[in-house]
């Protein structure tokens, strides 16, 4: 592995106690085709940002299996297996794929175990760094109980086939059932300048020193816009995104960024947005947008 020309932004977070990884880190769903199905339109293209974002530094790398479905994990693999000893992969459990892209819910026994194994074959690992038991649907978290299949998650981790347990798209309620079962090092939910609805749960975990990645910290398929966002950047003479991430960055040291990207040119946009500094001024003004 290349030694990166300049510090990560953020430096590192060390999750469940022995796993040090760049707190900004990459997030894989863009790779693969339109909607998040099929094969990725330029390959050579998707390993290159796989290699780049290794190259530059970065530990962390989130997926799933669902994505594609396979694709995300294949490319993965073909681009940086046999892994950096020090790449942590994450990846998540709990839907699947339909022909017509959508994510039904996976969360019986068996199919958490399916998906799990399906993660460690497309892979090519013997054991998972972290998986995360993804609840709720497309909308954001749903209520409900969150037991039967995290505890199936437990039980693969007793098996050695888990090393770190998370959850993800969860409500607090299921944040606390999860850690009343056992240890989790992350929860990973919808959070950004303008979706501030885990306040509270981010600083409850930075109290207790869990990480929180937020998903979607650009917006997703509709990107941030605010008239305070803008005039942000326009005296920062940065681009919104970029001060979206810095924001991030900036607003508590659990946070883990995951951008995405399918460009090396945007993925080192995003991590120079995300090292900018924004001054107490700025944070006042972008805190606004979402109060």
């Given at each position: 592995m290349n030694t990166p020309s300049a510090p990560l932004p953020g430096g590192l977070?060390?999750?469940?106690g022995d796993s040090a990884v760049t707190r900004?880190?990459?997030g894989a769903m863009q790779l693969a085709g339109p909607w998040v199905m099929g094969p990725p339109a330029d390959h050579d293209g998707a390993l290159a940002v796989l290699r780049e974002a290794v190259s530059l530094g970065i530990t962390h790398i989130d997926t799933s299996d669902a994505y594609g479905p396979r694709i995300t994990n294949e490319l993965i693999r073909e681009a940086l297996h046999p892994y950096p000893e020090s790449l942590f992969i994450a990846t998540k459990v709990g839907a699947t794929r339909d022909a017509q892209g959508g994510?039904?819910?996976a969360r019986r026994p068996e199919d958490v175990r399916k998906q799990v194994h399906e993660n460690l074959e497309s892979?090519?690992?013997e054991a998972l760094d972290l998986v995360n038991m993804r609840m709720g649907d497309a909308q954001g978290p749903q209520p409900g109980s969150i037991t039967e299949a995290f505890e199936t998650l437990v039980d693969l981790q007793r098996e050695g086939l888990i090393r770190h347990l998370g959850v993800s798209n969860v409500t607090a309620e299921q944040v606390a059932q999860a850690r009343g079962i056992a240890p989790i090092?992350?929860?990973q939910n919808m959070y950004n300048l303008a979706h501030r609805h885990d306040d509270d749960l981010v600083d409850h975990l930075t109290a207790d020193g869990i990480a929180y990645v937020p998903f979607f910290p650009l917006g997703g398929f509709t990107p941030l816009q605010s008239e305070a966002l803008s005039q942000v950047a326009i005296r920062?003479?940065?681009t919104p995104m970029s001060v979206a991430l810095a924001w991030l960055m900036q607003r508590s040291p659990n946070i883990l960024l995951?951008?995405?990207t399918s460009s090396t040119a945007h993925l080192r946009e995003n991590i120079a947005?995300?090292?900018l500094s924004l001054s107490e001024e700025d944070v006042a003004e972008l805190d606004s947008i979402g109060h």
């Open positions: 977070w060390t999750l469940g900004f880190g990459y994510w039904p819910t892979l090519g690992v090092v992350c929860v920062l003479e940065a995951i951008p995405g947005g995300a090292g």
